[in-house]
């Protein structure tokens, strides 16, 4: 896959910047749109959903920071990876993750989420959980 161009990751980091504001509201969505369409992968989240909203809020903001740095980015995606190995995540699991993750960011940024906001974020959440997929899996 091609690299990630300037653009792309301004489309990504300033639609971020946008929700952070309400970035509550996108993790509960986020949560709620994943456990409707994929309600086996709940089981998997054995402790305070809180927190692990806290959590995956905090992660993804370092990863949009850090999409320029894959020399930083690419290791720690790929430590996470192995971690949810652990917690029964599998392949499969990872795109409908995405869907769920694009679905409540164009919730919360109506307007904003334009066609190129959309592509981006489909194209960087591919390239970073490829790679995720291809460090834990292989
Ligand atoms: C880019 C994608 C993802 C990011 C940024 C992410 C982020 C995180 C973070 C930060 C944690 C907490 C780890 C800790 O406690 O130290 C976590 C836990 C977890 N994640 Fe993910 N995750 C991603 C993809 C997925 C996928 C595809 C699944 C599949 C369903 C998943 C399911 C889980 C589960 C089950 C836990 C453990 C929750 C618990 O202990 O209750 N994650 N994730």
């Known amino acids: 896959m091609e690299p ?3 653009i792309e990751v301004e489309h990504v980091r300033g639609s971020f910047d946008r929700v952070w504001a309400e970035s509550r509201r996108l993790s509960d969505l986020f949560y709620a749109r994943l456990f409707e369409t994929a309600p086996e992968v709940r089981p998997l989240f054995r402790g305070d959903l809180d927190e692990q909203k806290q959590k995956f809020l905090g992660t993804l903001a370092v990863i949009v920071g850090s999409l320029e740095n894959a020399a930083v980015l690419m290791p720690a995606a790929a430590s996470l990876a192995r971690q949810h190995v652990g917690y029964g995540v ?5 795109p409908v993750v995405g869907e769920a993750l694009l679905w409540s960011l164009e919730r919360c940024l109506g307007a904003g989420w334009t066609p190129e906001t959309a592509a981006a974020w489909q194209r960087a959440y591919a390239a970073v959980t490829a790679h995720m997929v291809a ?4």
């Open 4 to 6: 990630l161009s300037q």
């Open 90 to 94: 599998e392949p499969g699991h990872y």
């Open 135 to 138: 460090s834990a899996y292989s």
